[in-house]
Nanobody, 126 residues
Framework: QVQLIESGGGLVQTGGSLRLSCAAS????????MGWFRQAPEKEREFVAF????????RYADSVKGRFTISRDNAKNTVNLQMNSLKPEDTAVYYC???????????????????WGQGTQVTVSS
């Protein structure tokens, strides 16, 4: 019922910036917490950033804290990830996903999320 489409990925040099967007379908977007995850080749999917349904709380992986910023616009059914000071180790496919905003669960666990986008490739050249 919920479709998520990521966009904004691409190729960028070390130290550069990218802004990822995730567009959601439906009228229930504001009922979900949202997360960004990423997956590099031969690695498990890892948590990147989290934001509550109203945008009042955010959480980040230590590896991106201070460099990435998650935000959302419920009126537009979008969640964004501003990525600054990019490093080669940020290279991965980035996914946005929904989490039930009314059920307790670890925001950093991919298994807590229900709907996933198709992913967008981010490549940071060294």
């Amino acid at each position: 019922q919920v479709q998520l489409i990521e966009s904004g990925g691409g190729l960028v040099q070390t130290g550069g910036s990218l802004r990822l967007s995730c567009a959601a379908s439906g009228r229930t977007f504001s009922s979900y917490d949202m997360g960004w995850f990423r997956q590099a080749p031969e690695k498990e999917r890892e948590f990147v950033a989290f934001i509550t349904r109203s945008g009042g709380l955010t959480r980040y992986a230590d590896s991106v804290k201070g460099r990435f910023t998650i935000s959302r616009d419920n009126a537009k059914n979008t969640v964004n990830l501003q990525m600054n000071s990019l490093k080669p180790e940020d290279t991965a496919v980035y996914y946005c996903a929904t989490k039930d905003g009314y059920i307790r669960g670890a925001y950093y666990r991919a298994s807590e999320y229900g709907y996933w986008g198709q992913g967008t490739q981010v490549t940071v050249s060294s």
